[in-house]
């Protein structure tokens, strides 16, 4: 059993930056891959980035390719997502969830329902 607490939303102004956080309980944390996820008001929730348990593979949804950055600290048991040059349409509750897999390979981490694991959300609101 995995717990998911996101941290570090906020309102921020077009091309600002935000850092979230994500820490997992647990002492296997090691054992799985991290993704992030985004919903927006009246849309599915969508894949924004993911991680491989070791950090060594990372992927990115095209819309916020080259903008953020997905890292994993494994000795703080957190995964991060750093979130730069934020648009309007990067609006959004952003949530955190594992599964239980070291490895990321072929499209299955994109679908939401491939994880096991969800936190709770944290808002992130960008105005123009």
């Known amino acids: 059993q995995v717990q998911l607490v996101e941290s570090g939303g906020g309102l921020v102004q077009a091309g600002g930056s935000l850092r979230l956080s994500c820490a997992a309980s647990?002492?296997?944390?090691?054992?799985?891959?991290m993704g992030w996820f985004r919903q927006a008001p009246g849309k599915e929730r969508e894949f924004v980035a993911a991680i491989s348990a070791s950090g060594g593979r990372r992927d990115y949804a095209g819309s916020v390719k080259g903008r953020f950055t997905i890292s994993r600290d494994n000795a703080q048991n957190t995964v991060y997502l750093q979130m730069n040059s934020l648009k309007p349409e990067d609006t959004a509750v952003y949530y955190c969830?594992?599964?239980?897999?070291?490895?990321?390979?072929?499209?299955?981490?994109?679908?939401?329902?491939?994880?096991?694991?969800w936190g709770q959300g944290t808002q992130v609101t960008v105005s123009s």
């Open positions: 647990g002492r296997t944390f090691t054992s799985y891959a």
């Open positions: 969830a594992a599964v239980t897999t070291r490895y990321l390979s072929g499209s299955w981490y994109y679908q939401k329902g491939s994880y096991d694991y």
